[in-house]
């Protein structure tokens, strides 16, 4: 079945650090991809998506390139800032219109 | 465009108590969801509806947990009776017609 997996938190940065959030999958197909994010005590935040083979998402300064070769779809940013802070979701998206998630993976940026 | 809206915010009730949570979807949205998250967790789907049908309900605990979405638009997710580990944030999401789903704030519960 489709199932969704990225990496344990938490990670913690020095803000102005890269940051990467690796996420892989398994799936039927080529699904859309998804990364949401979670600040604290708030809803879920959708933060870009692609839907097909080498498409880029990208939104705020995070980045992502779904990579059908390695069923990945990893979260970057150049420079992260403590605003940053939150858990981020990795998820895919199944022929039902129903998201697979991650467990998420909680971020702390310190100044 | 207005987000989807859920209430209450938060609600504490002692265990075998009912409750019901409330969320309106953002306008036109055909497909509205339900999650339960527990904390550290990635989100739960409990319930799909299209417009006012259900199409996925297998992972709703249906001894105790019912759901309704009357003419298509706003839902109701019921708990009775409420146990401990119903402790969670419910999630209210809805999307238009691609994969896209948008999510309410959730409401947070917690069984005493």
């Known amino acids: 079945g489709n199932s969704v997996t990225q990496m344990e938190g938490p990670v913690t940065l020095s803000e102005e650090a890269f940051l990467t959030i690796n996420c892989t999958y398994t799936?039927?197909?080529?699904?859309?991809l998804f990364w949401y994010v979670q600040y604290p005590g708030e809803g879920l935040q959708l933060l870009l998506k692609?839907?097909?083979a080498d498409d880029k998402g990208s939104n705020k300064g995070f980045e992502a390139t779904y990579r059908k070769e390695t069923t990945s779809f990893h979260l970057e940013k150049g420079s992260v800032q403590v605003s940053d802070s939150a858990v981020y979701f990795c998820a895919l998206a199944d022929s039902n219109y129903q998201l697979i998630w991650g467990a998420g993976t909680k971020l702390i940026i310190k100044p | 465009e207005a987000g989807v809206a859920q209430s209450p915010r938060y609600k504490i009730i002692e265990k075998r108590q009912s409750v019901a949570f409330w969320c309106n979807p953002i306008?036109?949205?055909?497909?509205l969801y339900w999650y339960q998250q527990i904390l550290g967790q990635g989100p739960k789907l409990l319930i799909q509806?299209?417009?006012?049908?259900?199409?996925?309900d297998s992972q709703l605990p249906k001894d105790r947990f019912s759901a309704e979405r009357l003419k298509g638009v706003d839902s109701t997710l019921k708990i009775q009776p409420a146990k401990l580990e119903d402790s969670a944030v419910y999630l209210c999401a809805s999307s238009f017609t691609s994969y896209e789903q948008y999510f309410g704030p959730g409401t947070r519960l917690t069984v005493t």
């Open positions: 509806f299209q417009n006012n049908g259900v199409v996925d």
């Open positions: 799936a039927t197909g080529y699904p859309s």
């Open positions: 306008s036109g949205h055909a497909t």
């Open positions: 692609a839907t097909k």
